[in-house]
């Protein structure tokens, strides 16, 4: 158990419609890193946030969004989904500002665009 | 041609070999990943290494700065060890870690 938890682990929607993703970091951690894992592309950078502020952005679309709250959890936000938005979405907490620091990941979640 | 690369892409071996899984990258890093991801999804950092090698009970992770190479050895191999093990860099001034497609190892008892 890393310590990072995810919720849901599992999502089911259609086309169109919106879907958020939470995160919990481990005790202590003040950075959040958003990952999204699809067959065709395999592991992908999203977003990192960094004690509630934006630190880096990678391939993230415009139709998602991501927040860091004040209690440090984060939510990932996924807007007008599309069947090739299926995927699983990890997130990932460490101590640290710098992403060369050691990370943990969460369980995932798996979300499937029917 | 994906900026990380790892070989071989699938592997299977019988319990008790010696694994080395390979992963080169093109540029400059500040640091290198060895994760691991189980049939139920769930990833596992192993190692974080930005020189030299590291151990961590049958898991060993060496890198080669001048070479931009990196590999990761499983020695006497065991079945639990089936999973896909994935390398990810960090690139010198970039903000954005960069994974491999992932190396798929399965060992048969």
């Known amino acids: 158990d890393s310590g990072v938890t995810q919720t849901p682990k599992h999502l089911i929607t259609a086309t169109g419609q919106r879907v958020t993703l939470r995160c919990s970091p481990r005790s202590g951690d003040l950075s959040v890193y958003w990952y999204q894992q699809s067959l065709d592309q395999g592991l992908q950078f999203l977003i990192q946030?960094?004690?509630?502020?934006?630190?880096a952005k990678g391939n993230i679309l415009e139709r998602f969004s991501a927040q860091q709250f004040p209690d440090l959890h984060s939510e990932l936000n996924l807007s007008s989904l599309e069947l090739g938005d299926s995927a699983l979405y990890f997130c990932?907490?460490?101590?640290?500002?710098?992403?060369?620091?050691?990370?943990?990941f969460g369980p995932g979640t798996r979300l499937t665009v029917l | 041609k994906n900026e990380v690369e790892q070989s071989p892409q699938n592997l299977t071996a019988q319990e008790g070999e010696f694994i080395t899984i390979n992963c080169s990258y093109s540029?400059?890093?500040?640091?290198l990943h060895w994760l691991q991801q189980h049939p139920g999804g769930g990833i596992v950092s192993l190692f974080m290494l930005s020189s030299g090698k590291k151990k961590h009970g049958r898991l060993i992770a060496t890198i080669n700065i001048q070479e931009k190479h990196s590999s990761l050895h499983i020695t006497a191999s065991h079945p639990r060890d089936s999973a896909v093990y994935i390398c990810?860099?960090?690139?010198?001034?970039?903000?954005?870690?960069?994974f491999g497609q992932g190396t798929r190892l399965t060992i048969n008892p």
């Open positions: 990932a907490s460490s101590g640290q500002q710098n992403r060369a620091a050691e990370q943990f």
């Open positions: 946030y960094y004690n509630g502020e934006e630190r």
């Open positions: 990810a860099v960090r690139y010198q001034g970039a903000q954005k870690l960069v």
């Open positions: 540029v400059g890093i500040s640091a």
